[in-house]
């Protein structure tokens, strides 16, 4: 047998412990006092419109799934302004990245992203065996002078992690509206806005208008994972000319959405009470932290953020990891990232960031 010769060479992705594991391992009872703030998801649960509409769903699951989602589809693009040609569904974003790779990428093409963002790229480039190219950032942020001077006749598409994962930050919609001005046409580029709802209406670029005016070299990627609280259903979306979803549309398997996930985010749509609370309650966390955290230790320093996580600078995030999940708090450290001073913390409700600023008051 002969596998792809690059497959060897993909890592396999690392998935953090369940929180049982973690709690076995570490001699605590109760499970429920484990404060999980590692995976930017939304502590304050899924919205309860969509675990109703989940319950009703629970009953034909004897069904495949409505492979079109025409539902969802024709309810979302109402809500986006744009035609149901415009969206396809994916198993959460993060297939809609492979579908692009599937796509675009191959031997010979190149990925062009930021050295410290979402690790998922990296991977789908391997995956097909393109190469990554990777632009400097300037505090954290994208560089999208950088992204574009990294260009090459090969690059197939420059991907935009808006707000980017790990490090909290946006590009302003004046710095993206000259980039597209100059980025060479036969480049696509993905803006990844799986963190969008989070941030202040002021800072939020209206890429979805450029797709209203039939611009073919955009994407927008989203997801019901974050803010609608629905990680664990796998469901996300792609905003797109209708030509590019038509292709993307061909390397989708017949069911790639489940029902479930199709009924709770068509609820989830309607639940704006869920999503405001959620995005206060994100907001005034934020608040929190930057005005906490300079008083712990000698002053930490935390990446000001527009997502629902931030990064924050502790001195050995490995071992400030392992201190932390020792008083039952679980965050991501960010070695993996090229960053080992620094931790990321997903924002949690109030209880639970006042006790992780006290895990770390006691650490520091
Ligand atoms: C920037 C970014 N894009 C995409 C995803 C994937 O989200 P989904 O759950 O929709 O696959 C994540 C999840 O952490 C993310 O941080």
Redesign the pocket.
């Known amino acids: 047998m002969k596998p792809n010769k690059w497959i060897e060479t993909v890592p396999v992705y690392e998935p953090g412990k369940p929180i049982e594991e973690v709690a076995r391992e570490l001699g605590f009872d109760d499970i429920a006092e484990i404060i999980k703030v590692a ?2 998801e939304n502590e304050l649960g899924p919205s309860p419109k969509a675990m109703k509409a989940m319950a009703v769903s629970a009953k034909e699951m004897h069904r495949y799934p409505d492979g079109g989602c025409f539902y969802l589809k024709d309810k979302l693009a109402g809500q986006l302004g744009v035609q149901p040609q415009n969206l396809l569904f994916g198993n ?4 809609l ?1 492979e579908f692009l790779g599937h796509v675009y990428l191959g031997p010979g093409t190149n990925l062009v992203m930021s050295e410290c963002a ?1 690790v ?1 790229y990296r991977l789908i480039a391997m995956l097909f065996n393109a190469k990554i190219v990777a632009a400097p950032m300037q505090k954290f942020t994208h560089d999208l002078d950088a992204m574009l001077a990294a260009v090459t006749p090969e690059t197939r598409m420059v991907i935009i ?1 808006n707000p980017n ?1 790990p490090t909290g930050t946006a590009v302003t919609p004046a710095k993206i509206k000259a980039f597209l001005k100059k980025l060479p046409v036969h480049v696509l580029a993905v803006f ?1 806005e ?2 969008f709802e989070f941030m202040p209406d002021a800072a939020k670029p209206d890429m979805i208008k450029e797709i209203q005016k039939g611009r073919e070299n955009v994407i927008v ?1 989203r ?4 803010a609608y609280g629905l ?1 664990g259903l ?1 469901i ?1 979306y792609a905003v797109g000319h209708e030509k590019l979803i038509g292709l993307l549309n061909r390397v989708r398997q017949p069911f790639n959405v489940n029902s479930m996930a199709l009924a709770a985010a068509f609820a989830a749509l309607d639940d704006d009470k869920h999503l405001e609370k959620t995005r206060k309650t994100v907001f005034q966390g934020l608040e929190l932290f930057a005005r906490e955290l300079p008083k712990i230790g000698n002053g930490l320093g935390m990446v000001p953020s527009v997502a629902n996580f931030f990064l924050v600078k502790t001195g050995n995030g490995r071992k400030v990891f392992g201190e932390l999940q020792k008083r039952k708090v679980i965050v991501r450290p960010m070695d993996g990232y090229g960053l080992p001073e620094w931790i990321r913390i997903t924002v949690g409700t109030p209880a639970q960031n006042r006790a992780v600023l006290a895990a770390l008051k006691e650490i520091l």
Request: glycine share 10%.
């Open positions: 995976s930017n959460g974003s993060n297939e990245i979402f998922v992690c994962n990844d799986a963190y990627l997801t019901f994972s974050k990680a796998r996300g």
